[in-house]
Structures are given as structure tokens and as C-alpha cells.
DNA sequence: TACTTATTTAGTACCTAGTACTAATAGTTA
DNA sequence: TAACTATTAGTACTAGGTACTAAATAAGTA
């Protein structure tokens, strides 16, 4: 007289972790109105592991995602650096990068990697944006390697006027020139 | 003959979680030569939860940022929107988004929230950045918090022309525009 | 130097949310 | 009825803690 099924069960229980994925084997048994015997089988065959796990998990996903948004000094990987003439760094478009709709960029990444990679190039401590003119020009998907070309075109007292251009292959898909305002130390002590 | 000073240990700990929340009593333990106790003791001071606790939290940030899709999209809090009109966003400037040398504010971070407020204003499930010209009038310091205010000041066909000023307080610290694209649905099908 | 306080360590009982296992029971079916 | 599946019960054990008591070890001060 199995009131539930065992296949009616093992839905029931994938669509209540799905809704709530922070209930334990009790709640489950609970809901579902047998032991937790029956629930820790059901999560044996299901592939389903346990709370502590689930939560590890989705945690380490946070953490991974946050990582990417907030990094080091500079982001994108710097594989070139002439200091106070070029630089070239790389990013990858991964999925945290990109609108779920459509696939494409949020612009601000391909901006940081080109705005990181300006204030790198300039040799200074003290080194920030002034103003910057950027234009996109082709939408960047999801997996696309991004190369940013930076070089410095005029240096005028503590302004430094630096062109970037990104591609992906041959495509140039952002342009941007940078103002960068450098204040060095013996300008400061002065 | 304390080797290390208990602020000093207090401090590694803090940067030791930060870098990874992951980290045991017992990971932390060996990590300062102290024992567990101890640990138990300066996270009791400190108010720093146990490891499953902070597993826990971390997922349910996940869990509710999942929820809420349209957060998600944008970098900054939206704390007001009017559709194809204007709208406002705050982001904190933490420890994250300064140069650790004189703590202050990437500008990439100031940019990414204008961006995002820019496409989030577009009543549009494809807007995408042109174009915009962008800048950083006074530095912004860690701690500090970014009011950006967006409106729409011309739309012609597909372009829409957004102007966006963020302020500390009542001082303006970054003033763009930007050219926003938008690919409407009907314009596809036509 | 002796007293006092701060800091650190040790150890116990208990908790949650499990795993891994054995054994028994209930229900169904050939 | 025997065989099988599904379910339940119960035990031992685990990690990573809390909450507590007690003791040992500095370090500062009168």
C-alpha cells in the first residue's frame, strides 16, 4: 500500500530542492511524509548530495563569480608592458561577462580591461583616468578572446593621452582613447 | 613571550578569510601556530561566524541574486527606475575597487555602474553601448559611496542618448554620456 | 618580587547533518 | 508461499563546530 509511488517521490523531491535547495534529508521526509531512511536512498539514487555539499557548492560558485568582478590591480592578463610607451593585455569573455539574453558583453568589461591597461602603462604610484572617449564597435559574444593594443600617443606635463584598441582576431570591436592624469611624487614634493 | 601579537594575529585572520572563507578553525590554527581554542576565541571577538555559517551565507547571497534576475544584470544597487526616463543606482566603494597604494577608486568600477544604469534604463531586452564619453572630475576614495543618476536626453530611432552624473554627497565625481543602441524586437522582424 | 590580569591551551559534553552499514519489516508479485 | 522491492529502524562514526570549565602560561603592575 505505497501511498506515493517512488518515481512520484523522487520528483516531488527534485522540485522542492530546486525551490529550496537549503532543506535537510528531516524536512525532506517531512514533506514527503516518509523517514529519512527513505529520503538519504532517494538522494543515493537521484545523485543528489547532501546539504552541506549543496550549500559548499553554490557558495564556491559566489565566490568564483565575485572573484572575476572584483580582481587585481590590473584586469586582464598583461603579456606585454613597455612602461610610458605599450602595453597589450588579454581577457577572455566568460559567462559571468555577458547579458543571459543575448550572449553579448557588458560593455564595462571590455572599459576595465582597457582602463586597467592605461593606467598600468603609466610609470607612476599615482596614476588615475581623467577622461576617456570610447566607442564599441561590434558586440563581443561569450568565449571571444579580447586583445587590447595600448600605446602612449602624447605626453603633455602630467597628461598622458593613450589610444586603445581591442580585438577580437582581426575585428576591432572597441576603441577608446584615454586621458590619464599621472601625479608623480616629485611633482608632489615640489 | 606571545610570539605574535593577538591584533596582529586578529588582522592576518581577517585577510586569511578574506582571501579564502573556506578556511577551518583548525586550517586557521596551523596557519598562526595557535590552537583551535584560540582561533574560537578571536572569532568570538571578532564576530566572525564558523565556517558553515559563512558557507551558508555566501550561497543564500547566490540563491537570492539568482532570484532576482534583473539585479543581477546591473553592477550597483537600482534604487529607482523609470523605464526609457531615468533612473538612479548606489554602489559603496570597498576595499575591492581601490588601489591598495593611495585607496582610491578604479575608475572602471564608477564606469561599469554607469554603464549598467544606462542599459538597464533602456526599455530593451537588446541595448548595447556605442559609445560614450566619460569623465572622472574627483577622485573617489574607499568608503565612499556613488550616487549615479542617469536620464535620457534624446532618443532618435535605435540610438538613445543618456546623460549620467554620480555624486559622493553632493560633489560630482564622474559625469558621462553615453550612446545606447537598441535593437527592438519589431525593428528585427520589419 | 609577588600579585593580578590577560592570553592561551586543554578537555569535556553536546549539536547538526550527515555517511556507511546491518537488519528487520511491509507490500507486491510471480 | 517464496522471492523481490520498498521502506524503516538502529548503530557506529564523521566534520566542524558551540558552550562550558579548568588549568597553564605570559605579561604588567604595585
Redesign the pocket.
Known amino acids: ?2 501511498r506515493v509511488s ?1 518515481k512520484e ?1 523522487h520528483k516531488k523531491l527534485m522540485h522542492a530542492l530546486n525551490g529550496d535547495p537549503f532543506l ?3 524536512d525532506l521526509a517531512n514533506r514527503c511524509n ?2 529519512i ?2 529520503i ?2 532517494d ?1 543515493m539514487e537521484l545523485g543528489i ?4 555539499e549543496r550549500i559548499k557548492h553554490m557558495a564556491e560558485e559566489k565566490f568564483d563569480s565575485v572573484r572575476s568582478l572584483a580582481p587585481e590591480e590590473v584586469y586582464g592578463e598583461v603579456i606585454d608592458l613597455q612602461l610610458d610607451h605599450s602595453g597589450t593585455s588579454i581577457i577572455e569573455i566568460m559567462e559571468d561577462h555577458v547579458f543571459e539574453r543575448n550572449q553579448i558583453a557588458r560593455g564595462h568589461y571590455l572599459f576595465a580591461q582597457a582602463n586597467s591597461l592605461a593606467v598600468a602603462i603609466v610609470n607612476s604610484d599615482l596614476a588615475l583616468t581623467k577622461s576617456a572617449d570610447i566607442r564599441f564597435i561590434r558586440p563581443v559574444k561569450l568565449g571571444e578572446k579580447c586583445l587590447a593594443h595600448a600605446h602612449v600617443v602624447a605626453k603633455k606635463g602630467q597628461h598622458i593621452q593613450i589610444n586603445i584598441e581591442t580585438k577580437v582576431m582581426d575585428e576591432t570591436v572597441f576603441h577608446g582613447v584615454f586621458d590619464v592624469y599621472c601625479l608623480e611624487e616629485d611633482v608632489l614634493s615640489k
Do not use: A, C, W
Open positions: 500500500m505505497t517512488k517521490r535537510t534529508d528531516g516518509v523517514s531512511q527513505t538519504r536512498l538522494r548530495p547532501e546539504l552541506r
